[in-house]
């Protein structure tokens, strides 16, 4: 719980500053004729959608489970993620077409209004960036919108290299030019995103994982002679969950509780799969199941069956 506040208050403070700065890099922008400044306010501003989003994800997830929504709303970080993901996507498409327009018809611009609003906007992402890097690294809701800032100050950088350039050379092309990289940069670094998201909403394997290796494993269990219908999704964006059959031959149904924890305790340890339904099949791999590799101890290993 301690978690979540300090990641609610700093998501928080970030959405605030961040839609502050939006609105005066905004201005600077249309002062200056600087299509990078105003194409990064719009971006900042997307940030500042981004930052929101995340944290309305976090608190719906803290939010217990019901009869309706057994699982709860953890799910709402992934949905948060793939949200932020496509924005950026939709963003780069206006830049584009924003900056192949400049490129016909360039304006003057203001390089010293650039140079200072470009500077500060670099110093606000870059410690926002800093202060949310550890839960983005577990969480793919916090870290879709680390991604807007460090792309946003990745921008920042680049519109300082563009206003000396313009100063240098003379030449305002510099300006949507900056534009088409940052629009590009964008692009890449919000597509594996938007790709790990719509994987996890499909009920894909969430990265990381391999369904192979997490087979070989429970089959390596002593007492475990066959893993069927071996399912692996995610609940939430840090919370992969695991459903499959057992095959543990002629044994006691009491004797399954100590294999029961072992296996739970394997899977969280080894896979940080927090959720795992197993159901035990009381029956020993057949000479002809494809599935069910000999080993020469005479004990049988899996090489997986999934639907």
């Known amino acids: 719980m301690h978690q979540h506040r300090s990641v609610s208050e700093k ?15 905004l201005i600077a922008g249309t002062m200056s004729g600087s299509l990078s400044l105003v194409g990064d306010a719009l971006h ?30 953890q799910r709402a970080g992934i949905l948060a993620a793939f949200i932020n993901a496509g924005a950026l996507v939709a963003f780069t498409a206006f830049i584009a077409v924003e900056a192949v327009n400049r490129f016909r018809h360039p304006q003057n611009v203001n390089t010293l209004t650039m140079l200072i609003t470009a500077a500060v906007a670099l110093l606000l992402n870059a410690a926002i960036t800093f202060a949310l890097r ?8 916090i870290r ?7 792309g946003d100050a990745i921008s920042s950088a680049g519109i300082i290299v563009a206003a000396i350039l313009i100063r240098v050379t003379a030449s305002s092309r510099w300006d949507p030019a900056v534009s088409l990289f940052i629009a590009a940069l964008i692009l890449w670094s919000s597509w594996g995103i938007l790709r790990e998201t ?7 394997v969430p990265a990381g994982i391999d369904p192979a290796e997490v087979t070989q494993s429970l089959g390596s269990i002593e007492g475990v002679y066959g893993v069927h219908h071996l399912h692996i999704w995610a609940l939430g964006p840090s919370r992969p969950a695991l459903s499959c059959h057992l095959m543990v031959g002629d044994v006691p149904i009491s004797s399954t509780s100590a294999l029961l924890d072992q296996v739970t305790e394997m899977l969280h340890r080894d896979y940080r799969i927090v959720h795992a339904t197993v ?3 009381f029956a ?24």
């Open 44 to 73: 900042n501003f997307t940030d500042t959608l981004a930052l929101f989003i995340a944290l309305v994800a976090v608190r719906l997830e803290r939010r217990p489970a019901t009869d309706e929504k057994s699982f709860g709303y």
């Open 284 to 307: 020993e791999c057949a000479d002809d199941d494809p599935y069910c590799i000999p080993l020469s101890g005479g004990r049988s290993q899996v090489a997986g069956r999934r639907e």
């Open 144 to 150: 879709s919108a680390v991604l807007h800032m460090l």
């Open 134 to 141: 550890d839960e983005g690294r577990h969480d793919v809701n």
């Open 279 to 281: 159901q035990f099949e």
């Open 198 to 204: 719509v994987n996890l909403l499909l009920e894909g």
């Open 11 to 25: 998501l928080t403070f970030a959405s605030i500053a961040t839609l502050a700065f939006v609105v005066a890099e």
